[in-house]
């Protein structure tokens, strides 16, 4: 089977394209036996662009160009296509596995031109302290919200604080969504390495150093998407993993 999660947001510079190739790297590494596909819909293409060196049979990269329309909007029916039968796609022989889809998405998005997302297990909303995101993020999550009424989406919403520098700044965004039905995710604590993820060096040292200290962190989200964690089914509230 696939584990399908997304890295949405319409605000740009949030952190979609470092977490889905970070994310894409932690779970080929920990399933060796598995395969894990990037879907980037983005056009500047930052995560496939990382993530191409690493290609090989079980990890697979698909850029954007496959999946968008003219108009710049997501090319749902195919997208819907592809996410359904994905192990036909890419031709995944023990599709009784674990398998795993990343999707990284464009800033400037319309959740409510996302009907894919109903396909997905988790939907990922990475955002900081600033004012700048937080305002973006309300306006984004209320449309995603709204959507869900259109497309009956049943993924799991997870905010993740994201480049967070103290525990005022966790706590202003747990204050600020209090009344989303939503998951809070673990936080991301503010890092130099983290910022540097796509910064090239030829032995990739920066990447695996950031790989490794984000070890806890990944043990957590994994086990939220396999369902090794405690959620409620449906929550009127913000509830924090």
Known sequence: MFRKVAFVNAKGGVGKSTLSTLTSLALASRFPNSSVALLDLDKQATSSKALRKFENNRLSVVGSHEFMLE???????????????????????????????????????????????????????????????????????????????????????????????????????????????????????????VRRTFRPDFDDHTLISVLKMMNPYYDWMIDLILGRKVIPTRNDKLFQI
């Open 71 to 193: 108009s710049g909007m997501p090319n749902n029916s195919y997208l819907a296509s592809y996410m359904s039968d994905i192990s036909s796609y890419l031709k995944v022989e023990n599709s009784a596995l674990d398998n795993f889809l990343v999707v990284d998405s464009p800033a400037g998005a319309d959740p409510k031109e996302y009907s894919f997302l109903r396909l997905c297990d988790f939907v990922f909303i990475p955002l900081s302290v600033s004012d700048a995101d937080m305002d973006a993020t309300r306006v984004f999550l209320s449309r995603l919200l709204q959507g869900m009424e259109n497309f009956y989406l049943s993924a799991k919403i997870v905010l993740i604080p994201n480049q967070i520098e103290t525990r005022e700044d966790f706590n202003e965004i747990r204050t600020t969504f209090t009344n989303a039905p939503i998951l809070l995710g673990q936080p991301i604590w503010y890092s130099k390495e």
